[in-house]
T-cell receptor, first 117, second 113 residues
Framework: GAVVSQHPSRVICKSGTSVKIECRSLDFQATTMFWYRQFPKQSLMLMATSNEGSKATYEQGVEKDKFLINHASLTLSTLTVTSAHPEDSSFYIC?????????????FGAGTRLSVL | DQQVKQNSPSLSVQEGRISILNCDYTNSMFDYFLWYKKYPAEGPTFLISISSIKDKNEDGRFTVFLNKSAKHLSLHIVPSQPGDSAVYFCAASWTSGTYKYIFGTGTRLKVLA
């Protein structure tokens, strides 16, 4: 149980295009979803937290107009990187927590490697 | 400011021996701590956690120790197995609000057969 699916696993795009990453909870209701970014040899840095049906809460320094997060249902959240540039190239990973699971345990997707040319 | 630190980027241990992974934190408001294991091309998977009201939590071969006065936690794996080879992340959290995590940078454990 507690499976989180993230797609795509890898995406390469041209500078200036937008990229959408999907995060789905397959066997539980994800009341809260989290989006992280990881640079090489660094920790997973929380970008934003979203609750189903509400606007996402962004961490300090994260541009909300750049990284659009939608959590419209209890099983799906999306992260859209708008007008992507090479500096947005990174590893993005989502996690989810919810019912009927323990509130303080997050379950992670496998991540998306974004390369912007 | 790195609130959660794993100072050892890598660790090699012989199969059957004990693996000890360490984690230090700076924020005394953290009240819940977790360890995650990550294999290549997979997301982190939850391993074990501990509340700040405890100093030890055990689950099979895995034990987490918490020393609040030193702001230090450690993960012990006994006995270590080759399948334990992975990157281990510690995370600190608050049991209020959104339960968001602050992660350490990870320690790559290699268990030698």
């Amino acid at each position: 149980g507690a499976v989180v699916s993230q797609h795509p696993s890898r995406v390469i795009c041209k500078s200036g295009t937008s990229v959408k990453i999907e995060c789905r909870s397959l066997d539980f209701q994800a009341t809260t979803m989290f989006w992280y970014r990881q640079f090489p040899k660094q920790s997973l840095m929380l970008m934003a937290t979203s609750n189903e049906g509400s606007k996402a809460t962004y961490e300090q320094g994260v541009e909300k107009d750049k990284f659009l997060i939608n959590h419209a249902s209890l099983t799906l959240s999306t992260l859209t990187v708008t007008s992507a540039h090479p500096e947005d190239s990174s590893f993005y990973i989502c996690s989810a927590s919810g019912q009927p699971l323990a509130k303080n345990i997050q379950y992670f997707g496998a991540g998306t490697r974004l390369s912007v040319l | 400011d790195q609130q959660v630190k794993q100072n050892s980027p890598s660790l090699s241990v012989q199969e059957g021996r004990i693996s000890i992974l360490n984690c230090d934190y700076t924020n005394s408001m953290f009240d819940y701590f977790l360890w995650y294991k990550k294999y290549p091309a997979e997301g982190p998977t939850f391993l074990i956690s501990i509340s700040s009201i405890k100093d030890k939590n055990e689950d099979g071969r895995f034990t987490v120790f918490l020393n609040k006065s030193a702001k230090h936690l450690s993960l012990h794996i006994v006995p270590s197995q080759p399948g334990d080879s992975a990157v281990y992340f510690c995370a600190a959290s608050w049991t209020s609000g959104t339960y968001k995590y602050i992660f350490g940078t990870g320690t790559r454990l290699k268990v030698l057969a």
